[in-house]
């Protein structure tokens, strides 16, 4: 890390806004967040922008086999989550066949299994940290390949400065297929303040305390990062850091949940306009 000494960063005044993003303006057409008038309709939207998730992980090319699994709690009933069927393509996830299931791996509803090494993982996450409303893991080629090294990522660039002291490396259970439910305390434990974990000889998961979106596009966000430190490691030439005065800056910016929502509005709207058959 640089030595270079900085002053610290002045505070941005919002004026009431979440960030600084969000136009000062009126009447600029801008992503809003919702609100709902029942718990059936904020379920439906979940269970819709879990789909969108499920198929924007398609579009990245993030599935092998049946591996892979994202979960969002149920609004009315926090005990309980909804995720993508087994041995279902990310791609073919509608919202006629996502299941919901307890903390046990019950499914209470849907026709499909559950996931074994997704019910012991995300389970285990969700019932700890009664928070956490979404999660998000799938093997990845640079996410996996870099989960190898053992280490947490370096803020190399303003991408990798919104995970910043804001994720984790497990190195339990490291490479052993989480089927026993022991295996999920131990990620769970892990998850305590941070948005994104790289389990050793795993992958990579995330998690949001504030919705599905946000925690897919860290997902998709935490797979390119891992590819860019990657080629980078490659090229033998050690890079120049972001400092850690700017990297929390760059964090408290454009790494939060509302940025990671924010983010994939973009994708929803592709979604939307792309792919109707997913609200089936």
């Not at 998730?53 to 709690?73: E, I, K, N, P, S």
């Not at 850690?244 to 760059?250: P, W």
Request: net charge negative.
């Amino acid at each position: 890390m640089s030595e270079v000494m900085e002053a610290p960063s002045k505070a941005i005044d919002l004026k009431g806004r979440i960030s600084i993003y969000q136009p000062e303006q009126d009447g600029l057409i801008f992503p809003q967040l919702p609100t709902f008038e029942s718990h059936a309709q904020h379920r439906q939207y979940l269970k819709e922008r879990l789909v969108a998730a499920c198929r924007a992980f398609a579009l990245q090319g993030f599935d092998y086999g049946f591996a892979g699994h994202l979960t969002v709690r149920d609004p009315e009933h926090p005990g309980l989550y909804w995720t993508n069927p087994m041995a279902v393509h990310f791609s073919q996830v509608k919202v006629s066949n996502l299941i919901c299931a307890d903390h046990e791996g019950n499914v209470v509803e849907g026709d499909y299994a559950i996931n074994r090494a997704g019910f012991v993982l995300h389970a285990a996450v969700h019932e700890m940290h009664q928070d956490i409303v979404a999660m998000c893991h799938a093997h990845t080629v640079y996410g996996t390949a870099f989960a190898s090294l053992g280490k947490k990522l370096d803020p190399i660039s303003q991408d990798a400065a919104a995970f910043f002291e804001d994720h984790v490396m497990i190195g339990e259970e490291a490479g052993q297929v989480a089927v026993e439910v022991k295996a999920g305390h131990k990620v769970a434990h892990a998850f305590k303040g941070v948005k994104a974990a790289i389990h050793q000889n795993h992958g990579l998961l995330t998690a949001s305390r504030h919705s599905i979106e946000s925690a897919a596009f860290w997902f998709i966000a935490l797979e390119r990062c891992c590819q860019q430190q990657l080629m980078i490691e490659s090229t033998g030439i050690k890079p120049r850091f972001v400092t850690e005065e700017r990297a929390r800056y760059s964090r408290e910016h454009v790494g939060s949940e509302y940025i990671g929502w924010l983010h994939f509005q973009t994708i929803w709207d592709q979604l939307v306009k792309t792919q109707p058959d997913m609200f089936d």
